[in-house]
């Protein structure tokens, strides 16, 4: 699985600044994270990188009459660049599960909805 890959399906789980942290990882792998506890470059071994943009919202706090605005990621990954420029987007439904993917195809990098993903409860009467 590569760095990319890994990285990906590894947000799902939990988060960590540093992918050294990883047991039975590619040691030559290596990250970026910015201060709100997210990836946003993993160098490969071969150093081609893969980017991560996140979903942010703003708040308000107040420390003794002090009032800050701060930014802090919902952890929901908006786009996935790969090493070669291609891009797999996702959307995400109120419950923070993926609706819909999208990936860049062709030569000209076009985004194109290739999945759609449809979640159902079976209804357990009591």
Same mark, same amino acid.
């Given at each position: 699985?590569? &760095?990319?890959?890994? $990285?990906? #399906?590894?947000?799902? $789980? #939990? *988060?960590?600044? /540093?992918?050294?942290?990883?047991?039975?990882?590619n040691?030559n &792998?290596?990250?970026?994270?910015?201060? *709100?506890?997210?990836?946003?470059?993993?160098?490969?071994?071969?150093?081609?990188? &893969?980017?991560?943009?996140?979903?942010?919202?703003?708040? @308000? =706090? @107040? /420390?003794?009459?002090?009032?800050?605005? /701060?930014?802090?990621?919902?952890?929901?990954?908006?786009?996935?660049?790969?090493? /070669?420029?291609?891009?797999?987007?996702?959307?995400?439904d =109120?419950?923070?599960?993926? @609706?819909?993917?999208?990936?860049?195809?062709?030569?000209? *990098?076009? *985004?194109?909805?290739?999945a759609?993903?449809?979640?159902?409860?079976?209804?357990?009467?009591?």
């Open positions: 699985m590569s &760095c990319c890959h890994f $990285a990906s #399906a590894y947000f799902s $789980a #939990a *988060l960590t600044s /540093n992918l050294d942290e990883l047991p039975a990882m040691q &792998c290596r990250s970026k994270a910015r201060p *709100l506890d997210t990836f946003i470059t993993v160098t490969l071994p071969d150093f081609s990188q &893969c980017q991560y943009q996140y979903e942010h919202y703003t708040f @308000t =706090s @107040t /420390n003794n009459s002090i009032v800050s605005t /701060n930014i802090d990621s919902d952890h929901l990954m908006l786009q996935e660049i790969k090493p /070669n420029g291609r891009i797999v987007a996702n959307l995400y =109120s419950l923070r599960r993926v @609706t819909t993917q999208a990936s860049t195809v062709g030569t000209n *990098l076009v *985004l194109v909805t290739n759609f993903f449809f979640y159902t409860q079976r209804h357990q009467p009591h």
